[in-house]
């Protein structure tokens, strides 16, 4: 019980700079504003913010709240992220809150998890790995990875398996090398349950949470 309390957020991570948190605490983004900033997102996260290439997130019904975060960290350089070079850099937290606001309040499409990896992805996601001190991804992303919007916890559910793998190998990677995902806290929660996960427990794990709903 107590790893399942210990959990933060398993796939993109808990805040790590105060005047990102800040921001993100004070703004209120505005739907229909953000569908007119949000255009040129479409050409690869869809329209609607569900993206249909696997290496580009889903981010609708992702949480406003972590969305705003995550593209702030994008904008100033904290989560350097290629194909997002330019995009944000001169938007103002207003226009991400915005932006964020509109893909949050957009329903996400599900993917069809491989069945071959459920088994072991729903034990990872369920238990956590205990002999290697990896917590239960239910605990901070609830039972059909729907996320925690008020906490900054991201909705899990639906998204594409393949962009969940590569996250948790650069958290993974960010455990030891500053070169890979970084943005969970000081803490390194994220970082923290990444490494103590297989190449496998990645891969069934990503493909799970792609099935829920």
Known sequence: ???????????????????????????????????????????????????????????????????????????????????MAGQVDNMSDQDLADIAAYFSSKPRSVEKADPALIALGEKVYRAGVADRNVAACIACHGARGAGNAPAGFPALGGQHADYVATQL?????????????????????????AFGLSDMEIQAVSAYVSGLQ
Not at 36 to 52: E, I, R, Y
Not at 172 to 191: A, F, L, N, Q, S
């Open 1 to 83: 019980m107590k790893k399942l309390l210990i959990l933060g957020a398993f796939i993109f991570g808990a805040a790590s700079s105060t005047v990102s948190v800040q921001a993100a605490d004070i703004l209120k983004g505005d739907p229909a504003a953000g569908e007119q900033k949000a255009v040129a997102c479409g050409a690869c996260h869809g329209a609607d913010g569900n993206s249909m290439v696997p290496m580009f997130p889903k981010l609708a019904g992702l949480g406003e709240k972590y969305l705003l975060q995550q593209t702030q960290y994008i904008r100033d350089g904290l989560r350097p992220v290629a194909q």
């Open 169 to 193: 190998k650069a958290y993974r990677k960010g455990y030891e090398d500053p070169t890979g995902r970084v943005t969970d806290g000081d803490i390194k929660i994220m970082r923290s349950n």
